[in-house]
Each structure stands twice: as C-alpha cells, then as structure tokens.
C-alpha cells in the first residue's frame, strides 16, 4: 500500500529531524513495510498501542511482536534489536557518570570494547574535577606512533569538554599487554604535553584479549 508524502517517515526525518516523528512514524521506519492490506503506519500504531501500557517498551519479546497481524519473525527481530540498541547506549550514557578510583575501575567501562578489536584503537576517558567520566573518545585508529598520536588532537577534545584529567587506553591485538618503545614515547610526550595544558594524564593502560597494563603502575612515565 503506497503512502501520502506527507506520511512517509523517512522524508519527515530527513526534512524535520528524529525528533519530529511520532512514535509510530518511528516504529513504522523500523519495520520499513506493512502488509498488502494496511500501510507501514497502520502496522506501527497497533505494535505501539498495543505496547503503551506495559511499563517498559524493553520489555517486549519476540514471541509479543509476532502475535501483532503484519509481524512475522524478521520485523519482531529488527524491533527486539532496536530496543536492546537503545537500552545499551543508554547504560553507556549512565556509566559515563561513575566515579573513576583506580585504573581498574575505567578498565571495566573500556575494556570489552577494545580486548577482541582486530586493530589498534587508541581510547581516551576524559574525567572532570571529581575524577567523573565526562566523556569518552576513539581518537586513533591504527598502529600507534609519534607522527600519528599527536597530543594536540588528544588534549583539543581534553579541552573542549573542560577536562580536568584523562586516561588513555590501546589495544593490542597480540594479546600480550607489553608497551612497545613507541608505546612509552607517545605516553611521555601526553604526560608532559598535559602537564603544560593542566590535564592531567592519569595512566596509558594496554588492553589486551585476558589482561591489560597500567603503564602508570609500571613506572613508564
């Protein structure tokens, strides 16, 4: 069943912004068709009154959606993953509050990220005054050197976000958490390039798949 311009979701989207659309014009783009009888719009506003009343939308399940007429396995799959998507970066936007005591602690928000990349990503957890997490950046991709790690990049996010500290963290894919000389190098030159800026570095920790070093704790700056 074809649908109205002013009905079509996506074009609303691009025009207006996520913000502009009703909840089912956000159901409707999750489920993208209907059925040969009723719009994508008819569709999304049945899944949504039929789930207005539960308490939490995350609480729908898959076998839930497929009594719904017009959703089979694949629609009630996409919106299962959509919600759990939505669930989880909102547990990342809580976790960006936590306190940071010890390195062990940051290494518990960072970690599952990094420990099973197949390349060298260089992560740093940016904390205010109260040693909070205020943000969280990817800022290299790659192996780690001098000419690409540059502290102006590093300490320009630092410094956007009124940063009072920072950690840095890199994977190594080997699986062995041992600094190269390259390692130690770049992390001399953040620690003494925030040691001019006021922002402090705290720690390079090493993430590899079962352990991780703090260079910190090893003395290597």
């Known amino acids: 069943m074809s649908l109205k311009l002013e009905e079509k979701p996506r074009e609303k989207l691009v025009q207006h912004g996520a913000e502009s659309l009703?909840?089912?014009?956000?159901?409707?783009?999750?489920?993208?068709?209907?059925?040969?009888n009723e719009s994508v719009i008819s569709v999304a506003n049945r899944i949504v009154m039929r789930f207005r009343e539960l308490d939490s939308v995350e609480q729908a399940t898959i076998k839930e959606l497929q009594k719904i007429n017009g959703i089979g396995l694949a629609?009630?799959?996409?919106?299962?993953?959509?919600?759990?998507?939505?669930?989880?970066?909102?547990?990342?936007?809580?976790?960006?509050?936590?306190?940071?005591?010890?390195p062990s602690d940051a290494v518990s928000i960072v970690k599952p990220e990094l420990r099973f990349l197949y390349q060298e990503h260089f992560h740093c957890v940016f904390l205010n005054i109260k040693n909070q997490i205020i943000h969280r950046e990817t800022v290299f991709i790659g192996s780690l050197n001098m000419s690409v790690v540059h502290p102006r990049e590093v300490f320009r996010i630092a410094l956007r976000v009124s940063?009072?500290?920072?950690?840095?963290?890199?994977?190594?894919?080997?699986?062995?958490?041992?600094?190269s000389k390259e390692d130690i190098k770049v992390t001399k030159r953040l620690a003494a390039s925030g040691e001019l800026l006021g922002v402090r570095l705290l720690d390079h920790i090493i993430i590899a798949q079962n352990k991780h070093l703090s260079m910190r704790e090893k003395s290597y700056f």
């Open 22 to 36: 009703t909840l089912s014009e956000l159901m409707a783009l999750i489920i993208e068709t209907g059925t040969k």
């Open 75 to 102: 629609k009630s799959a996409k919106i299962v993953a959509a919600l759990e998507f939505g669930k989880r970066l909102n547990q990342q936007t809580e976790s960006e509050k936590y306190m940071v005591k010890s």
């Open 163 to 179: 940063a009072a500290s920072l950690i840095c963290f890199h994977n190594h894919p080997s699986g062995d958490p041992t600094p």
